[in-house]
């Protein structure tokens, strides 16, 4: 998903785009190049491989590359080896890539799939490009050339949702033919090419009927629909799964839907929505359907551990958004105000899966409009976890905010101030400027969770640059993603249990905040092009060449200009 930091992005109404797409982008968006349609991608690909090996240097380029590189090292004071190989990781740690449903399938209104409520919310006109999922990558129709693309590039692992609506058109009770025939299809696909399957039952679109019906989230009657959901497919496709998630990034999402407002159902009472709100409560609604969620999601740990852990063998975790906080000075207030950042993001979550209730800080700013657990429910999510899915992009400095005395939301709750970096004003007190990449912080977030929450698994589920003009050149997004898969082994290094590593995105995607403005993929799409075609970036070949292990590969002295 393109998820951001949303904080900014209410303060900054008039740039309600990926705050990833403001980082790491100083140009503005330009028409993408022409791209050219790849009808037979292994041949285009070999050929493309081939056509590297001879390429010249463009000198700017080239300069541009090793500044870029030797920032990233600068900021890397403990990095002594530069290299790192597929070799370094262990055997069984996985690589891999991920798209989501809606914003790879399109497809929806074919086969008997219902609305989501992001059909409704982007036909609402919603989104800042007014563009909407209803074409997407055309995943739907395209997904046995893109299998074929991921086995080609030497993909481990393929994390990707299934949609909801499309498999129970009326969000409970009878299954769609046509849904579990393509998911069938898809899981088959991917089986035979020899890559592993993890799925995410939940990202972020919710059948629209289950919002109009009892308010979707919201609502405990959620619990019994999404265990239904969830039995159906663990029923139909768990045998060649992996790894499940239940929910993507319900931490950050949340806070999208119930508080600011820009994800569907776009609720949320004034002042804190990005728009004027009409219905919702930002005040407690967040907090309702995290609640829910987590109730959720533990229900269907419990499923899956009784009815199919002994013949299936796979995981079931929950994934969340996961930015490192640097305290801005080292004053106690400042120092509390990092840890209490942590507890509102990871340990919203995190908390009540490991230990059974949520963090004594949010209860305290929360107070009586964070629900609690009950006895029984304590006792049922608390260890409700196989594994721990982080989606991690950027990290950001805190500094201390009082508590406000009027009315609060979650994030005048978590009372601090976050701003992009050291010298930034405090988000919503100015323009940010860019903020550096800081591929120690994904580090320092894998020891967090190891130190704080026992050495559970942890997924990578999610990393990644956007770029604002689509490049097939992306030598930063090279960087971007090597510096990042060397720190994930120095936390490997240090004993952290990180068990897999996912690029966000395979292809470019519709993107959740930015609609089709920002570009995640390896692989670009054309989506001016009916057909969508698939181009292979530098970086898809340069991810291929560090999977096989090519000669002469290593992440950050690869040598392909
Ligand atoms: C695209 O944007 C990146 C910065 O994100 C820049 O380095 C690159 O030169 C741009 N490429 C083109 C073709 O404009
Ligand atoms: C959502 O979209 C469906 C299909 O277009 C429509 O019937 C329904 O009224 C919409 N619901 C809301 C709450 O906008
Ligand atoms: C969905 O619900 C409607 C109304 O309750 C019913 O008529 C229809 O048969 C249901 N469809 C499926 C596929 O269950
Ligand atoms: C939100 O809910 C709280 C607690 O029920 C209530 O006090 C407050 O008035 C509500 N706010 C709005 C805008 O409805
Ligand atoms: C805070 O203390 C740490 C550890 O001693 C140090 O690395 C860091 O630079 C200090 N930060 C500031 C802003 O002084
Ligand atoms: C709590 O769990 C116990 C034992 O599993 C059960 O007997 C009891 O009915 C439950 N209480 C509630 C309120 O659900």
Redesign the pocket.
Known sequence: MCSTVLTFVAAHVHMMFDFRYMLFNMVAFQDLVAAVEINIPDKVFSEAQESIRHRKAPEMGAAAFFCLLISLWVQDATATNLGFRRSDFPHDFVFGAGTSAYQYEGAVAEDGRS?SCW??FT??GKMVDKSTGDVAADGYHKYMEDVKLMSVTGLEAYRFSISWSRLIPNGSGAVNPKGLEYYNNLIDELVNHGIQVHITLHHLDLP?IL??KYGGWLSPRIVEDFTAYADICFREFGDRVTSWTTVNEPNIGLMASYDVAIFPPARCSDPFGATKCTLGNSSTEPYIAAHNTLLAHASVFSLYKEKYQAMQKGVVGISFYSYWSYPLTNSTVDLEAAQRCKDFLFGWILDPLVFGDYPEVMKKNVGSRLPSFTKNQSELIKGSLDFIGINHYYSLYVNDRPLETGVRDYNTDMSIYIRGSRTDPPAGQGAPSNIPSDPKGLQLVLEYLKGTYGNLPIYIQENGMGSANGSLDDTDRIAYLSSYMENTLHALRNGVNVRGYFAWAFMDLFELLSGYQSRYGLYSVDFADERRPRRARLSARWYSAFLKEKAGTSALLWDAR
Do not use: K, T
Request: hydrophobic letters at 10%; glycine letters at 0%.
């Open positions: 609305p059909d409704n036909h609402a629209q919002e109009d």
